[in-house]
């Protein structure tokens, strides 16, 4: 929709081009209004039993979708009781952790980067993870 409307602007009401734009703009619109968002419209207790479900890698992912799907998804606390850095990379896993931080009882951080490491204690410090139970740093952590 942004890029019909930035060529709208940027060409002559006269020019045949802007008909064609706005009918696109147009089209895109009602498609847009025909999207179903599943995951909106199911009770936090049906996505939490999904999340529990799906790989970690791809339990992040969904917080990443949309600000419906983060909002939805952060509420599912059986779902993130238990957290490992293992199976998602480093830039994911920093992405995810305030979102998911209170609802971590046990967690385990496996890097070698010192950025990660220093994203998780400076959580850790600002009282996010509050349910924390135990905590595994790895061999490979330093």
């Known amino acids: 929709m942004k890029a019909y409307e930035t060529g709208l602007q940027n060409v002559a009401r006269d020019d045949p081009s802007y008909a064609q734009l706005n009918n696109g703009k147009d089209a895109a619109r009602r498609q847009h209004e ?6 909106r419209q199911l009770p ?3 996505v939490e039993e999904i999340l529990m479900l799906l790989p970690k890698e791809f339990k992040s992912v969904c917080l990443q979708v949309s600000n419906a799907w983060c909002k939805k ?3 599912c606390a059986n779902a993130w009781k238990v957290s490992s850095d293992d199976d998602i990379d480093d830039d994911q896993m920093i992405n995810t952790l305030q979102c998911i931080a209170a609802h971590v009882e046990d967690l385990t ?3 070698e980067e010192n950025e990660v490491l220093d994203q998780y204690f400076l959580h850790m410090g600002k009282g996010h993870f509050s349910n924390i139970r135990s905590l595994h740093l790895t061999a490979t952590a330093t």
């Not at 025909?34 to 995951?39: F, H, N, P, Q």
């Open 109 to 111: 951080i496996n890097t």
């Open 44 to 46: 936090v207790e049906i």
């Open 73 to 75: 998804t952060s509420c």
């Open 34 to 39: 025909k999207r179903i968002d599943i995951v």
